[in-house]
C-alpha cells in the first residue's frame, strides 16, 4: 500500500519547449512510497539519444512539462521497503529506460517484463496513480526492486551507467537472436548503440560485421573488436552486399535514418530463417519492400524493447568479465563552482551535441544539486 507522498526531489528540467535546450533546477514528487520499493542517491547518469528525441518538441511523444530526462542511472541506495529482498542500503545499484510496470502479465511473469502493455517509461511518462516519472539528471530516483538492478564489484559507475539503455537495447537482441559462438552477426551503424553492439557481440564470441557508411570510422570500429568492417556509403563501393549474401546469422541495425537505407540488400545478407533487427528507431517510415524481399532467403524483419532485468544482470556480468567499457567522453560537473544554468549551458549541451552527432556515448556525473 503507497504512503502519502512528501517527499521532494530536484532534478535539472526542461521547462519550456521553445527553449529545450535550457535546463532550470526544480523540485518535483517521485514515486509514492511502497514497500516493495527502493530509493537511491545518484552518482552518475549517461546521455542516451532518447534524451534528445524526447526532450525535443519535435522528436518522440508527447510531452509532459517539466521534463528531468536521463535513464541510464547508477547511484547508492538509501531506502529500502519492507518487501525488498534483492538489497539492501549502501548497495551500489542501477536503473534504466523502465521504471514500472503491471507486474501480474504474462510478459511480467515470463522475464518479458520490458514488453508489458502497462509498462511506464523512466521520464515523461505517468504511473497509474498519475505522478509524473521523472530522470536521472536529478538528486535520487525512487523504483520497485524489479526496475533496479545491482552492479557488479568489478564494474565502475561511470562505465555501468550508459549500458542500463544503451547497451541493454542492443544485448536483448543480440541474446534473444542466437548470437553467439559459430555465428556471423551484423551490425549496422556503429555510435553510440553500435558500438556497444559490436563489443557485446564479440564478447559472446561470434564473427562480427560492422556496416558504416563512412570510412573515417574504420580503425576505431577495428579497435572495438569488430572481424569486419564493410563501407556501404562510399561511391566507389557499389555492390557492397553482393559478397555477402546469405552470409549473415543477425543483423541488429542501430542507425536512426531511413533516409536512402539499402534495406532490401540488408535483408539479402541473411541466411535461412534468420532476423533483421532494428533497435534504432527512425522518425520516418523505413523503405517501402514487399513480402518477395524476403521470400528467398525466409528473413525476418522485427525490432525489440530494451530488456529484461534477467538480461540487464548478465549483461553487466558479461562487461564485468570482458571488461568491456564504453567509449564516452566524461562530462564530471566541470563547472561545481558555476550556478546551475552555467553547468547546463557549458557540460549538458556538449554533451548533447555529441550524442546528436553519432559520437560515442557521454555520461555526466551528478550535477551540484
Not at 559507475?157 to 559459430?182: D, E, Q, W
Not at 549551458?345 to 556515448?361: I, N, Q, T, V
Request: charged letters at 25%; proline letters at 6%; a negative charge.
Amino acid at each position: 500500500m503507497s504512503q502519502n507522498n512528501t517527499t521532494v526531489f530536484k532534478g535539472y528540467a526542461v521547462t519550456d519547449p521553445k527553449n529545450w535546450t535550457k535546463f532550470e533546477v526544480i523540485e518535483y514528487q517521485p514515486k509514492n512510497w511502497e514497500e516493495t520499493d527502493v530509493e537511491l542517491s545518484i552518482t552518475h547518469c549517461g546521455v542516451c539519444g532518447s534524451d534528445i528525441h524526447t526532450i525535443n518538441p519535435e522528436g518522440w511523444k508527447k510531452k509532459t512539462y517539466p521534463i528531468v530526462p536521463g535513464h541510464e542511472i547508477v547511484g547508492t541506495v538509501t531506502r529500502v521497503g519492507s518487501q525488498v529482498t534483492e538489497f539492501k542500503v549502501g548497495d551500489r545499484v542501477g536503473v534504466g529506460a523502465q521504471i514500472s510496470s503491471c507486474l501480474s502479465c504474462r510478459a511480467c511473469k515470463s522475464d518479458n517484463e520490458n514488453y508489458c502493455p502497462d509498462f511506464v517509461d523512466t521520464y515523461n511518462d505517468k504511473y497509474p496513480d498519475g505522478v509524473v516519472t521523472q530522470g536521472g539528471y536529478s538528486t535520487a530516483i525512487r523504483a520497485n526492486q524489479q526496475y533496479v538492478f545491482p552492479i557488479p564489484d568489478g564494474l565502475e559507475s561511470k562505465y555501468a551507467a550508459s549500458m542500463l539503455c544503451g547497451g541493454l537495447t542492443v544485448y536483448s537482441p543480440l541474446k534473444r537472436n542466437g548470437c553467439g559462438p559459430g555465428k556471423k552477426v551484423g551490425i549496422v551503424g556503429v555510435g553510440g548503440l553500435g558500438h556497444y553492439a559490436v563489443m557485446f557481440a564479440k564478447a559472446m564470441g561470434a564473427e562480427v560485421y560492422a556496416f558504416t557508411h563512412s570510412k573515417h570510422k574504420v580503425d576505431d570500429i577495428k579497435k572495438l573488436g569488430a572481424d569486419h568492417v564493410v563501407i556501404t556509403g562510399e561511391e566507389h563501393r557499389k555492390g557492397w552486399d553482393k559478397p555477402l549474401s546469405r552470409t549473415l546469422d543477425l543483423i541488429v541495425s542501430t542507425r536512426d535514418t531511413s533516409h536512402d537505407f539499402p534495406l532490401k540488400q540488408y535483408l539479402n545478407l541473411l541466411w535461412v530463417g534468420c532476423s533483421f533487427i532494428s533497435v534504432g528507431l527512425p522518425d520516418d517510415p523505413l523503405p517501402e519492400i514487399t513480402v518477395n524481399d524476403m521470400l528467398n532467403n525466409g528473413a525476418k524483419l522485427g525490432s525489440s524493447h530494451i530488456g529484461s532485468k534477467v538480461e540487464a544482470i548478465e549483461m553487466l556480468q558479461l562487461a564485468t568479465e570482458k571488461d568491456i567499457k564504453p567509449w564516452y567522453v566524461p562530462e564530471s560537473n566541470p563547472h561545481s563552482n558555476l550556478g546551475a544554468d552555467d553547468w547546463d549551458m557549458k557540460g549538458r549541451r556538449a554533451a548533447d551535441e555529441r550524442c546528436l552527432k553519432g559520437s560515442p556515448r557521454s555520461e555526466s556525473r551528478q550535477s551540484p544539486l
